[in-house]
């Protein structure tokens, strides 16, 4: 059974930085997309940063400039390192991988809180 498990989330005061890790365990084939979403308490789930198979990356508005999402192939880890981070950005960060038949696996999350 393959399931992506993140970690490195917690509390961070603004202006400060975290960098997440999504590791993969298992292994997944023909993923087309490795993706970071987060839901803020009250609001819907929105699309942070992306990374496709090519190696292109997108990011939100709200993050560009601040947010870097990198992976590491050898170690099916997505990464992605948080900087100058506001209190807007709490919420809770997920891991999404997207294949090429359209299916989503998704992780469990990881809570980031930044303190104003």
């Known amino acids: 059974q393959v399931q992506l498990v993140e970690s490195g989330g917690g509390l961070v005061q603004a202006g400060g930085s975290l960098r997440l890790s999504c590791a993969a365990a298992?292994?997944?084939?023909?993923?087309?997309?490795k993706n970071w979403y987060r839901q803020a308490p009250g609001k819907e789930r929105e699309l942070v940063a992306g990374i496709t198979s090519g190696g292109s990356t997108n990011y939100a508005d709200s993050v560009k400039g601040r947010f870097t999402i990198s992976r590491d192939n050898a170690k099916d880890t997505v990464y992605l390192q948080m900087n100058s981070l506001k209190s807007e950005d709490t919420a809770v960060y997920y891991c999404?991988?997207?294949?090429?038949?359209?299916?989503?696996?998704w992780g469990k999350g990881t809570l980031v809180t930044v303190s104003s």
């Open positions: 999404h991988y997207l294949d090429y038949y359209g299916r989503d696996y």
């Open positions: 298992g292994t997944f084939f023909s993923i087309n997309a």
